[in-house]
């Protein structure tokens, strides 16, 4: 695939931060996301398997999903770039938390909203866990998100 005909880079996809954790572990890692049901309130991630993020998934059955704001791209790529199995990557980028009522210590402060889900359900495809979960907490933090397209990170403007 060229980047002439790389329809992967053409579809935008809002920025989450997947936030986990099990027993004496927790990880955060950047990832896209979107919505399937409107009614059920469900959206799906898509996890490379093996990563610490879905192993921690897995053993939990819930995850955080927050939408990263539009001036956190640095944040982005800090958190998409290494494992947190080697290194706590909340130490390593001394990331301060929403209260522990909103978000179980998990949440960046700063994030656009976020989502508290339960895995429904879970399947592994070519290297990736594609993950549905249902939203049974939220919060808007009314800051603009950030979007993934053409291999880079975007803020919206309103249309005209
Ligand atoms: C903008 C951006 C989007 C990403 N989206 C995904 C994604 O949807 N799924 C995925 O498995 N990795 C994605 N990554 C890569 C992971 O964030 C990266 O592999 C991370 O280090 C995994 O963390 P962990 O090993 O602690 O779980 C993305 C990275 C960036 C910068």
């Given at each position: 695939m060229t980047p002439a005909n790389n329809?992967?880079?053409w579809l935008p996809c809002p920025v989450v931060f997947i936030c986990t954790a099990h027993e004496n572990q927790r990880d955060i890692m950047t990832a896209t996301a979107m919505f399937v049901s409107e009614t059920e309130p469900l959206i799906t991630v898509s996890v490379a398997t093996g990563h610490l993020t879905d192993q921690l998934i897995s053993a939990s059955g819930r995850f955080y999903a927050a939408i990263a704001a539009g001036d956190q791209k640095k944040l982005a790529f800090q958190l998409g770039?290494?494992?947190?199995?080697?290194?706590d990557k909340y130490t390593r980028f001394s990331i301060n938390t929403l209260p522990a009522e909103t978000g179980d210590n998990l949440i960046p402060e700063g994030v656009s909203a976020w989502m508290k889900c339960t895995v429904k359900q879970s399947e592994a495809i070519k290297g990736y866990r594609v993950v549905t979960g249902r939203v049974v907490q939220s919060g808007d933090l009314d800051r603009p998100p950030l979007i993934w397209h053409r291999d880079a990170l975007w803020q919206l403007l309103p249309a005209k």
């Open positions: 329809v992967f880079q770039s290494g494992s947190g199995a080697k290194e």
